[in-house]
């Protein structure tokens, strides 16, 4: 018989580690879900800016201040990586879906290669006061460092949907994936609005990567264990759905976290392709998709 306390605890833990789902995939829903740009180099980026946030770490900085500390350079650099991009593939006409794959798989592995040949193949851990402490309420104890990732994940969550709804930049981003026409009509270079959004969904990985390193040591192929999950926090909130992607990434970790608990933690991987399996059936526009 299922404890109810067990499941109590399962859907608490699940909440924390689906914020974290939710900061790790709010990057890819830009650049994918607004962008079409088939990213699949998202979580290698991802570890980059955990392995930025370890570098500073050793000048005594907090994770995620080193993170914060990071996102300009990380901004910068995707909006001048969306630029290469936009020469090589999408100026030319030619057809992203395969060609840009293939692309994006090649800057995974260069990055995993550089990554190994620069900290080596160890794992490494960050160093905070939290890290290791917990909030005991009753018989639960909650770990201070799945706290932090949930309230980062949800300033991100919050701060971006406001930019994107409320500013005239941020509707231009969720526009251009749309009518690149329209925003020519009204003056607005669509390749300029491309490459602030890429800059963007670049720039918030060096803060999920600092939550990262937080949650649990890194190396430097990490990032294969995040592909799958966060297409799936993506696809499951609709692409192009930021608002959505905090919703999404909680009930990726709600099930995920129910699956470990009960029938094992080598089942849990298999969570988020069963929910994206289920989801393609019944709703192929997703939760909040249209």
Not at 197 to 217: H, R
């Amino acid at each position: 018989m299922i404890s109810l306390d067990l499941l109590l605890e399962a859907v608490l833990f699940g909440i924390l580690l689906g914020g974290f789902y939710a900061a790790v995939s709010l990057g890819l829903s830009v650049s994918f879900g607004l962008l079409d740009v088939p990213n699949v180099a998202h979580p290698a980026v991802l570890v980059v800016g955990a392995y930025g946030a370890f570098s500073l770490g050793k000048y005594g900085i907090d994770p995620i201040v080193a993170g914060l500390l990071l996102t300009p350079l990380f901004f910068v650099a995707g909006s001048l990586f969306y630029k290469g991009y936009y020469i090589i593939f999408e100026r030319r006409g030619q057809s992203a879906a395969v060609n840009g794959l293939a692309f994006f798989f090649g800057v995974v592995f260069i990055i995993e290669v550089v990554l190994v040949l620069w900290y080596g193949v160890d794992q490494r851990s960050a160093k905070a006061p939290y890290i290791g402490g917990s909030l005991e309420l009753g018989e639960i104890r909650i770990p201070y460092r799945l706290l932090s990732a949930f309230g980062v994940a949800l300033v991100i969550s919050v701060m971006l949907s406001l930019y994107l709804s409320k500013t005239f930049l941020g509707r231009a981003i969720k526009a251009v994936g749309q009518d690149e026409e329209a925003l020519r009509l009204m003056g607005v270079d669509p390749v300029r609005v491309k490459q602030l959004a890429f800059g963007i969904a670049t720039g918030v990985n060096s803060l999920a990567g600092a939550v990262l390193l937080i949650l649990a040591p890194v190396e430097p192929t990490i990032d294969r264990i995040y592909i799958g999950r966060t297409f799936c926090v993506v696809v499951l909130a609709g692409l192009g759905s930021v608002s959505g992607t905090l919703t999404a990434g909680l009930i990726l970790g709600v099930a995920e976290s129910i699956v470990l608990m009960f029938f094992g933690a080598s089942w849990s991987p298999a969570v988020a392709f069963g929910l994206l399996l289920i989801l393609l059936g019944f709703r192929p526009q997703g939760l909040f998709g249209r």
